[in-house]
């Protein structure tokens, strides 16, 4: 009996880790190939961000955050850098950013809003982008 199922969990493996391979090379061309095809990372500023409609607004999304243009600043100079938004109230902002590129972590995700928190003084109390 046990040599029986030794052959079996021999043979299912056998099987089994073609079709991994298999998958995971699947996975990669479609990253490679397919999910955002035609997505260039663009530098920040506020004329471009102004010009750019979502989708490209997302491609300037991580040079924004890196520079960390948005930190300490009021939500009068918020909308001087990035326009009038797309909605929020009084204690956040939030902007339609279009897609950043693939996302390991969430695959489906094509569009993304950045949210500028405000604190009670109507200063940016933090930055975050959710899809």
Do not use: C
Not at 19 to 30: C, I, M, Q
Not at 104 to 129: C, H, I, K, W
Request: hydrophobic share 40%; net charge neutral; glycine share 12%.
């Amino acid at each position: 009996m046990r040599r029986v199922g030794r052959k079996f969990a021999i043979s299912t493996l056998a099987v089994a880790a073609p079709l991994l391979g298999l998958a995971a090379g699947g996975s990669w061309v479609y990253v490679q190939y397919f999910a955002h095809p035609g997505y260039t990372a663009l530098p920040f500023t506020p004329q471009a961000w102004a010009a750019a409609d979502a989708e490209h607004r997302g491609y300037m999304l991580d040079d924004l955050l890196s520079q960390r243009l948005l930190d300490g600043k009021t939500a009068a100079e918020v909308q001087a850098l990035l326009g009038p938004p797309d909605g929020g109230g009084a204690f956040g902002l939030s902007y339609n950013v279009g897609h950043r590129g693939y996302n390991r972590n969430n695959p489906m995700a094509f569009s993304y809003t950045l949210s500028v928190e405000l604190d009670q003084s109507g200063r940016v109390d933090g930055v975050s982008v959710h899809d």
